[in-house]
């Protein structure tokens, strides 16, 4: 979320000022109306005692890099990869997982059943998208973000010559230059790379 659009009438330049996209108060009312509507629907009984003044839990949390990580593992691949299947024998599916708190593998073994339910929780309603970009951030946008980048007298031009190529990485041991041939990104660590030379220089 960019926090901040061109107005279609004055075509100029908003950006929100408060830390909150929209009043998170607000925001709390109207997903719990639309939480309780969407029960009845569904024909849902609700238990008798179910609080009424309930709210969403709305916190600010800074700059999103951690959610981005979290959510990156779901919005282009399924909720396990089929490598962490490791069998499925009458009628029990063994899988293995991280744990968040240790960061070690562990393995767990659940009936076929009870493995289906754990992944058809992580599957969206009908309608739903894991990731959907709107006003000029959306791909069918490029009139709007040409006309924004006259509002905001942004040259992409100029600032794409400045874009400086980088160095080549060199082999410490020959001096040969290096080819990244993948990259790793872990929760607050720094970016790994692995590299191999090219013909003439050591193996890494």
Request: proline share 5%.
């Amino acid at each position: 979320m960019p926090a901040a659009t061109l107005n279609k009438k004055s075509r100029l330049w908003c950006q929100k000022e408060s830390k909150y996209l929209f009043n998170h108060k607000a925001l709390a009312k109207v997903f719990r109306a639309l939480f309780l509507k969407g029960c009845i629907e569904q024909n849902l009984i609700l238990p008798r005692d179910y609080p009424k003044t309930w709210v969403v839990d709305c916190r600010q949390v800074g700059s999103g890099d951690k959610a981005l990580i979290y959510l990156g593992r779901y919005l282009y691949r399924g909720v396990i990869r089929e490598k962490d299947i490791l069998s499925c024998k009458n009628g029990n599916v063994t899988f293995r997982y991280m744990e968040s708190e240790s960061k070690q593998y562990k393995t767990r073994t659940l009936p076929g059943a009870q493995f289906l339910w754990l992944i058809l929780q992580h599957t969206l309603p009908l309608r739903f998208r894991r990731a959907r970009d709107y006003g000029f951030l959306h791909a069918n946008s490029k009139s709007l973000i040409q006309t924004l980048h006259y509002v905001l007298k942004f040259d992409a031009k100029k600032w794409l010559k400045k874009i400086k190529p980088r160095p080549p990485m060199r082999c410490s041991c020959c001096g040969a230059i290096m080819k990244i041939v993948q990259t790793r990104i872990k929760a607050g660590e720094s970016i790994m790379a692995l590299c191999t030379p090219q013909p003439r220089g050591a193996f890494l």
